[in-house]
């Protein structure tokens, strides 16, 4: 017998080719529970979350299940207590789809559309909260896959069957930019500069009339992409000892702070590595390239990443295991920060086994530590960053020590560990200043402001937190200039000044999103301040939009402590469902301080 479950659009269960029907939409609702699970659930929990309206709800839950096994023809499923949640791998499952590895890209395109598609269950509104959060979370990751099956087509050649990915990736999500300039790139790069400029077109329009912004240069210039490559001016140069010139010369720039003198000479280099045909050297250079669009140029990362998957064929063809543990790593990066946790985890992974230093390892597992700090998971988190410390000092990377300390003082201030972040923050700011590493002082100065500020030494907190501000202008980077930007806002709140408080809150918000490529969770850090400042202030109109938009950009990017803390500013505003919800959604997130505001 064929079994086939669909939950991705309108739900279904076929066998041997033929519908089975199921009785009630709480059978499709704890079903689609059970196989999105975590872990195994316990009846009880289980009953109180889609059945807590019934005279017996562990009888309704007994019956239901039964009507599960009967429409699967499987009457061995889902016993025990915690209900068992596997289905077995003869059974196909479009879930699955989302997250086998490695990804079938044909079946990526065959998916249908959100989770229980046209289904609520409005008498069980803990159900509907996890629903609507997991409805985000699904189709993000799905749209993570496309992407990442579209410019794995691109690196390969195959740009053609790129534009299929990319076009269904957009239609997931047409208010990303990134979606916009993927499809762009890849109808450039196939030859079609006339369909890649109609899409610009299509672009420019989507963003003006819903979000109100300006498409960013990086989006019309993709429809230029062909040429882009080995476009900069100047005298050619010829010769693989001509390449690692420029490719040192574009990399010192870049560490200088001449961007783009820096990229000129790294397109050159990936030129004439074509030209010389050293296929090693083209990956080098091309990983050069993407790694410095990713981390010295804003708005680039679309741009970036896929130079990047082409460095990865090109070392693999090579046998570069270092390039493509870089190539692997930096592609990591750029998922964590656009909050695609999956295909960041996936990528992170792959780097992992290609390391063999302890300068790279600490390089992965500071990212890896991200993205699980990102997530809400900080046991994961201070295991990665603590090691990546560790890893740092013993090679004398000593900028990777201060990233992986900052990094680490940040997940010990979320949980309110004040004593361990102030000495993870002391120890990255006197590495910083030891390299004169100008370019990332304003994170750390921030944590220490925040430290200040929750000691109540509001002047000390103003002179780091505007020290950070205007570094972090000079700078441009959207992520430091958010950050201080929120942090000045609660310190004029903490001050009683909370006209200037709304007034910095919402230019932070402004400045951490004036770019496509943002860091998610920076974004997600600014709207908590500045909705936890409206509800205190009594301002609920304002409160609303902003808490639906954390809500929104919480579940779609994976970042479960912020889905969380979105409820209980639900719950502040009046939603009598909202504080169960937060309760049921926080289950396994390990952080005593969101534990308390979880039990008031």
Same mark, same amino acid.
């Given at each position: 017998?064929?079994?086939? $479950?669909?939950?991705?659009?309108?739900?279904?269960?076929?066998?041997?080719?033929?519908?089975?029907?199921?009785?009630?939409?709480?059978a499709w609702a704890l079903l689609a529970y059970l196989l999105l699970a975590d872990r195994p659930p316990g009846r009880r929990q289980l009953a109180e979350l889609l059945f807590g309206d019934a005279d017996d709800p562990l009888g309704a839950l007994r019956w239901t299940l039964a009507e599960l096994r009967r429409a699967l023809g499987q009457p061995g499923l889902f016993g025990g207590d915690p209900v068992a949640t596997a289905v077995g791998p003869d059974v196909e499952v479009d879930l699955r789809v989302v997250?086998?590895?490695?990804?079938?890209?044909? @079946?990526?395109?065959?998916?249908? +559309?959100?989770?229980?598609?046209?289904?609520?269950?409005?008498?069980?509104?803990?159900?509907?909260?996890?629903?609507?959060?997991?409805?985000?979370?699904?189709?993000?990751?799905?749209?993570?896959?496309?992407?990442?099956?579209?410019?794995?087509?691109?690196?390969?050649?195959?740009?053609?069957?790129?534009?299929?990915?990319?076009?269904? @990736?957009? @239609?997931?999500?047409?208010?990303?930019?990134?979606?916009?300039?993927?499809?762009?790139?890849?109808?450039?790069?196939?030859?079609?500069?006339?369909?890649?400029?109609?899409?610009?077109?299509?672009?420019?329009?989507?963003?003006?009339?819903?979000?109100?912004?300006?498409?960013?240069?990086?989006?019309?210039?993709?429809?230029?992409?062909?040429?882009?490559?080995?476009?900069?001016?100047?005298?050619?140069?010829?010769?693989?000892?001509?390449?690692?010139?420029?490719?040192?010369?574009?990399?010192?720039?870049?560490?200088?702070?001449?961007?783009?003198?820096?990229?000129?000479?790294?397109?050159?280099?990936?030129?004439?590595?074509?030209?010389?045909?050293?296929?090693?050297?083209?990956?080098?250079?091309?990983?050069?390239? +993407?790694?410095?669009?990713?981390?010295?140029?804003?708005?680039?990362?679309?741009? +970036?990443?896929?130079?990047?998957?082409?460095?990865?064929?090109?070392?693999?063809?090579?046998?570069?295991?270092?390039?493509?543990?870089?190539?692997?790593?930096?592609?990591?990066?750029?998922?964590?920060?656009?909050?695609?946790?999956?295909?960041?985890?996936?990528?992170?992974?792959?780097?992992?086994?290609?390391?063999?230093?302890?300068?790279?390892?600490?390089? $992965?597992? +500071?990212?890896?530590?991200?993205?699980?700090?990102?997530?809400?998971?900080?046991?994961?988190?201070?295991?990665?960053?603590?090691?990546?410390?560790?890893?740092?000092?013993?090679?004398?990377?000593?900028?990777?020590?201060?990233?992986?300390?900052?990094?680490?003082?940040?997940?010990?201030?979320?949980?309110?560990?004040?004593?361990?972040?102030?000495?993870?923050?002391?120890?990255?700011?006197?590495?910083?200043?030891?390299?004169?590493?100008?370019?990332?002082?304003?994170?750390?100065?921030?944590?220490?402001?925040?430290?200040?500020?929750?000691?109540?030494?509001?002047? @000390?907190?103003?002179?780091?937190?505007?020290?950070?501000?205007?570094?972090?202008?000079?700078?441009?980077?959207?992520?430091?200039?958010?950050?201080?930007?929120?942090?000045?806002?609660?310190?004029?709140?903490?001050?009683?000044?909370?006209?200037?408080?709304?007034?910095?809150?919402?230019?932070?918000?402004?400045?951490?999103?004036?770019?496509?490529?943002?860091?998610?969770?920076?974004?997600?850090?600014?709207?908590?301040?500045?909705?936890?400042?409206?509800?205190?202030?009594?301002?609920?109109?304002?409160?609303?939009?902003?808490?639906?938009?954390?809500?929104?950009?919480?579940?779609?990017?994976?970042?479960?402590?912020?889905?969380?803390?979105?409820?209980?500013?639900?719950?502040?505003?009046?939603?009598?469902?909202?504080?169960?919800?937060?309760?049921?959604?926080?289950?396994? $997130?390990?952080?005593?301080?969101?534990?308390?505001?979880?039990?008031?």
């Amino acid at each position: 017998m064929t079994l086939t $479950i669909r939950l991705l659009g309108p739900p279904a269960i076929e066998r041997d080719g033929r519908p089975a029907p199921v009785r009630g939409r709480k059978a499709w609702a704890l079903l689609a529970y059970l196989l999105l699970a975590d872990r195994p659930p316990g009846r009880r929990q289980l009953a109180e979350l889609l059945f807590g309206d019934a005279d017996d709800p562990l009888g309704a839950l007994r019956w239901t299940l039964a009507e599960l096994r009967r429409a699967l023809g499987q009457p061995g499923l889902f016993g025990g207590d915690p209900v068992a949640t596997a289905v077995g791998p003869d059974v196909e499952v479009d879930l699955r789809v989302v997250t086998a590895e490695p990804a079938d890209p044909a @079946a990526l395109l065959e998916l249908g +559309g959100e989770l229980l598609e046209g289904m609520s269950v409005a008498s069980s509104p803990a159900f509907e909260s996890w629903l609507v959060v997991e409805r985000h979370r699904v189709s993000a990751v799905v749209e993570a896959r496309l992407r990442q099956a579209a410019m794995t087509l691109l690196a390969a050649g195959r740009a053609e069957a790129a534009v299929a990915y990319a076009s269904k @990736a957009l @239609a997931r999500n047409p208010l990303e930019e990134g979606n916009h300039e993927l499809l762009v790139r890849s109808l450039a790069t196939a030859g079609d500069r006339a369909a890649a400029v109609r899409q610009v077109a299509v672009a420019t329009d989507t963003l003006r009339r819903e979000l109100g912004v300006e498409p960013s240069p990086a989006l019309r210039d993709a429809a230029d992409i062909p040429a882009a490559a080995g476009s900069a001016t100047g005298p050619p140069v010829s010769g693989r000892a001509a390449v690692r010139s420029q490719l040192d010369a574009g990399q010192a720039a870049i560490a200088a702070g001449a961007v783009q003198a820096g990229l000129d000479s790294l397109r050159r280099a990936v030129a004439e590595a074509v030209t010389c045909g050293d296929r090693a050297l083209q990956g080098q250079a091309l990983a050069a390239l +993407g790694g410095a669009l990713v981390h010295a140029v804003r708005g680039r990362d679309e741009e +970036g990443a896929v130079a990047l998957h082409e460095a990865i064929a090109l070392a693999a063809e090579a046998g570069d295991q270092a390039t493509a543990a870089t190539a692997h790593r930096e592609l990591g990066f750029v998922e964590v920060q656009a909050g695609r946790r999956r295909t960041a985890d996936s990528w992170l992974a792959k780097a992992e086994a290609l390391a063999t230093t302890d300068q790279e390892l600490a390089a $992965i597992g +500071g990212v890896r530590g991200m993205n699980a700090s990102d997530m809400g998971d900080y046991p994961a988190a201070l295991r990665h960053l603590e090691t990546s410390v560790e890893q740092a000092r013993r090679s004398a990377a000593q900028r990777q020590q201060a990233w992986s300390l900052a990094a680490l003082a940040r997940a010990h201030l979320l949980r309110d560990e004040r004593s361990q972040a102030e000495i993870a923050v002391a120890a990255a700011l006197e590495l910083v200043h030891e390299q004169r590493w100008m370019a990332f002082l304003p994170w750390p100065e921030a944590l220490q402001g925040e430290l200040e500020l929750r000691a109540g030494r509001l002047e @000390a907190a103003g002179q780091q937190f505007e020290h950070a501000w205007s570094l972090g202008c000079q700078i441009g980077d959207p992520c430091w200039e958010g950050m201080a930007g929120r942090a000045i806002g609660l310190t004029h709140a903490r001050r009683g000044d909370h006209p200037a408080a709304t007034t910095w809150l919402a230019e932070a918000g402004s400045r951490c999103t004036r770019v496509p490529d943002r860091y998610q969770w920076v974004h997600g850090h600014v709207l908590d301040a500045a909705i936890g400042h409206a509800i205190d202030r009594g301002d609920a109109e304002r409160a609303r939009p902003l808490v639906t938009a954390l809500a929104s950009l919480a579940a779609r990017c994976d970042m479960r402590e912020l889905v969380v803390r979105a409820h209980l500013h639900r719950h502040r505003l009046g939603d009598h469902t909202a504080l169960a919800a937060a309760r049921l959604l926080a289950g396994d $997130i390990d952080n005593p301080a969101l534990a308390d505001l979880l039990s008031r």
